[in-house]
């Protein structure tokens, strides 16, 4: 039988580890790409030839433009989810993107972590972002990725009663740090690959502009790019990601 001190000492240990692990819980459940204890996510399905480019934090007038050459010499579309802001100050080449067949989503107006924002904020965030797209793009926008991932249910909640699908994704990289296309793409490679040996299709983040500012070098992430299509494009279908929602 225990004291009462070691039995207090033992008790403090016991409160300790369960806050961790509900601390280390809530992080999981608000960030972890793959988690879906806050509520459901689009990811990937089991249709490992399939590929899905996506793109964060443009439109960017220093990036965006080459990326989208890419993909037309490849014959590809893509989903770009894009910052409101930038989009209404990039209207041109946000109206380009979608001109070109791309899907555009939403990206949030300022790029916050949605996961400490208050509700109206969120919804504010949302609402602004969704009327710039839909203008641009000439139709309602169906797609919405949180920044960061960072999401709580109630972010999902506001999503979805807005039309929106939340979605984030199985294969990412720190493109938006990492010099070297070479490392971008080979680290990707890695993934795409591990993701059809568990019979998943893959879900691709990279970054064609930041949400820091307008102009930022994302030479090494659109290098990586093309380094991916010469990688895929014969044995694999790129698609976007509304072909997964209506299948």
């Given at each position: 039988?225990?004291?009462?001190?070691?039995?207090?000492?033992?008790?403090?240990?016991?409160?300790?580890?369960?806050?961790?692990?509900?601390?280390g819980g809530f992080a999981y459940a608000s960030r972890w790409p793959t988690s879906q204890l806050f509520g459901r996510t689009l990811i990937a399905p089991?249709?490992?030839?399939?590929?899905?480019?996506?793109?964060?934090?443009?439109?960017?007038?220093?990036?965006?433009?080459?990326?989208?050459?890419?993909?037309?010499?490849?014959?590809?579309?893509?989903?770009?989810?894009?910052?409101?802001?930038?989009?209404?100050?990039?209207?041109?080449?946000?109206?380009?993107?979608?001109?070109?067949?791309?899907?555009?989503?939403?990206?949030?107006?300022?790029?916050?972590?949605?996961?400490?924002?208050?509700?109206?904020?969120?919804?504010?965030?949302?609402?602004?972002?969704?009327?710039?797209?839909?203008?641009?793009?000439?139709?309602?926008?169906?797609?919405f990725r949180p920044p960061f991932g960072a999401r709580r249910p109630y972010v999902l909640k506001l999503a979805r009663q807005l039309g929106l699908i939340?979605?984030?994704?199985?294969?990412?990289?720190?493109?938006?740090?990492?010099?070297?296309?070479?490392?971008?793409?080979?680290?990707?490679?890695?993934?795409?690959?591990?993701?059809?040996?568990?019979?998943?299709?893959?879900?691709?983040?990279?970054?064609?502009?930041?949400?820091?500012?307008?102009?930022?070098?994302?030479?090494?992430?659109?290098?990586?790019?093309?380094?991916?299509?010469?990688?895929?494009?014969?044995?694999?279908?790129?698609?976007?990601?509304?072909?997964?929602?209506?299948?």
């Amino acid at each position: 039988m225990l004291s009462p001190l070691a039995a207090s000492i033992y008790g403090a240990i016991g409160v300790a580890g369960a806050t961790g692990l509900s601390i280390g819980g809530f992080a999981y459940a608000s960030r972890w790409p793959t988690s879906q204890l806050f509520g459901r996510t689009l990811i990937a399905p089991r249709l490992p030839g399939q590929l899905a480019l996506t793109f964060d934090d443009g439109p960017n007038p220093a990036w965006t433009p080459r990326l989208l050459d890419i993909l037309a010499e490849h014959n590809i579309h893509a989903t770009f989810f894009m910052v409101g802001k930038f989009a209404k100050s990039e209207s041109t080449i946000a109206r380009r993107v979608a001109e070109a067949g791309h899907l555009i989503g939403n990206h949030t107006w300022n790029h916050p972590d949605l996961s400490r924002t208050r509700a109206p904020l969120v919804l504010d965030e949302l609402t602004r972002t969704n009327d710039i797209l839909a203008e641009i793009a000439g139709k309602p926008i169906r797609y919405f990725r949180p920044p960061f991932g960072a999401r709580r249910p109630y972010v999902l909640k506001l999503a979805r009663q807005l039309g929106l699908i939340p979605v984030t994704w199985n294969a990412m990289t720190t493109d938006w740090s990492e010099p070297s296309a070479d490392k971008i793409a080979q680290n990707l490679v890695g993934k795409i690959d591990s993701n059809q040996r568990h019979g998943y299709a893959s879900n691709i983040v990279l970054h064609d502009g930041s949400h820091r500012e307008l102009n930022a070098n994302r030479s090494p992430s659109i290098t990586a790019v093309a380094q991916l299509l010469d990688r895929y494009s014969k044995a694999h279908s790129f698609v976007t990601i509304n072909e997964w929602s209506e299948a």
